[in-house]
């Protein structure tokens, strides 16, 4: 089954998604998952021996909903997305460096980069799947887990808004420096990945970059249940 997505991520268009990353922050991967591997992840929400830990959110005020976080070995299809975004998204994550002066340099193999995070104590995958029922919803955050920190992040829809849901729109808050802040809407299709920054991104200004700050939640679900998959890079102390 991860063949095909190998090949799905071998085959995609990476300069158009750098571009993107470069001009507003974010890309959308189309079909980058088919509906069999969503609905595979999404029947096997239950089974607790994949997962290392349940959060539900209203417990901590982080929104009302539940997500898992996968336990260590990851599954194959979630070893293979961690693996094959992570390479192209490592030169991106360069490019900003250099562009926002700041932030360490990222290797080129996830590999090396789970060793640094490791160095540091964060040993624990941070990939987790969501779900969240009418009425849920997840407030504006950030996902840092630690001192290492990876600059982008991923997140797929698992099921079909419209059908499946109603509302439960992805929100991407950007705060620019003494200005007011900018939101992003984006509403993914079953099996569309989003990749977003975790933290920071840089805008070309008048006098070279400059720094927004962002932040990510969903909007209220109306109707339904709806399903996510998080694609973390940095593992979690
Ligand atoms: O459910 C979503 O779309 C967002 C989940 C989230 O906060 C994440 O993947 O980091
Ligand atoms: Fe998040």
Known sequence: MPDGLSKRLAGMDWTRLQQELDERGYAVI??????????KLISAYEDEALYRKTIRMARYSFGEGEYKYFSSPLP???????????????????????????????????????????EQGQLHPTPLILKYEAGGYNCLHQDLYG???????????????????????????????????R????RLEQGEALVFPTQYRPVQGSRGYYRTT?????????E???????VIFHDAK
């Open 30 to 39: 189309p079909a980058l998952l088919d509906n069999e591997q969503c609905e």
């Open 76 to 118: 194959d299809l979630l070893q293979t997305l961690r693996e094959g975004l992570y390479p192209e998204l490592a030169k991106a994550a360069n490019r900003w460096k250099e562009r926002l002066g700041r932030g360490m340099s990222y290797p080129e193999q996830l590999s090396r980069f789970l060793a640094l995070c490791q």
């Open 147 to 181: 001192d290492v920190y990876f600059p982008f992040q991923t997140v797929i829809a698992l099921n079909q808004t419209g059908s499946d849901y109603a509302g439960g729109e992805f929100m991407l808050v950007e705060q620019r420096p003494r200005a007011q802040s």
């Open 183 to 186: 939101g992003h809407v984006i």
């Open 214 to 222: 962002l932040r990510h939640g969903v909007s209220t679900i109306t």
């Open 224 to 230: 339904g249940t709806r399903y996510s998959l998080g």
